[in-house]
Structure formats: structure tokens, C-alpha cells
């Protein structure tokens, strides 16, 4: 089972940009899709974006799509979240997660999960 440790979070204005890192140890990086949800107070978590072992296949929520991207380096065993153009709602909790078999985009379906890092978007 793969650890996953994120980083990155923080305090930011709207309209800026932050990047979020998730290192993971304890498997094999690159038979994993890794995936970026959210949670807001009081509300679901939900997915943000994903990304295939390989790299080669994304996806997003529609929420985000624009303004995301995510990346990973499996040489450094570690998933990016690039985000632009933050709005107050995209104020969360994000966690990072890692599957071998979903294709899917429910948080059920990932095995491995972080701890999750901070995001606040004041307007």
C-alpha cells in the first residue's frame, strides 16, 4: 500500500495560484493513477482531477477544467496539482489518493489516501 504525503497549501487571494505536491512512498509509483480530490466544511469530498499511471490520460471536474492541471514525475515518486485563477470556492481541504484498478472518479474506489493540505481563497 502506497503512503501519500501532500503539501503545498495555504493562504491566497483570488486570482492567484498555487501548487500542490503529493509525495508517496511504500509502493510502486508508477502502477498507481493518482487522483486530487476536495472538501469543502460541511460538504462531500469530491473529485478535482486525475491522472493514469503512465501519465498520458487526464481528467478533470468541470469545475476546475481551465484553471487545473495535474502532472506527476515518477522518477520522483510525486503528483502535482498546478492551480490558476483560485476562487473563493476552491477553498478545501485537498487530499491526495491512489488506485489500482479504479478508472473511476469516486473516492471509494481509492485505496491510498494523504492528509490532506489547506486552501484558502479570500476574494
Known amino acids: 500500500q502506497v503512503q501519500l504525503v501532500e503539501s503545498g497549501g495555504g493562504l491566497v487571494q483570488a486570482g492567484a495560484s498555487l501548487r500542490l505536491s503529493c509525495a508517496a512512498s511504500?509502493?510502486?509509483?508508477?502502477?498507481?493513477?493518482l487522483a486530487w480530490f476536495r472538501q469543502a466544511p460541511g460538504k462531500e469530498r469530491d473529485f478535482v482531477a486525475a491522472?493514469?499511471?503512465?501519465?498520458?490520460?487526464?481528467s478533470y471536474a468541470d469545475s476546475v477544467k481551465g484553471r487545473v492541471t495535474i502532472s506527476r514525475d515518477n522518477a520522483k515518486n510525486t503528483v502535482y496539482l498546478q492551480m490558476n485563477s483560485l476562487k473563493p470556492e476552491d477553498t478545501a481541504v485537498y487530499y491526495c489518493?491512489?488506485?489500482?484498478?479504479?478508472?473511476?472518479?469516486?473516492?471509494?474506489?481509492?485505496?491510498?489516501w494523504g492528509q490532506g493540505t489547506q486552501v484558502t481563497v479570500s476574494s
Open positions: 489518493a491512489a488506485t489500482r484498478w479504479s478508472a473511476g472518479k469516486e473516492p471509494a474506489t481509492f485505496g491510498s
Open positions: 511504500g509502493g510502486t509509483f508508477s502502477t498507481y493513477r
Open positions: 491522472i493514469s499511471s503512465g501519465g498520458g490520460t487526464t
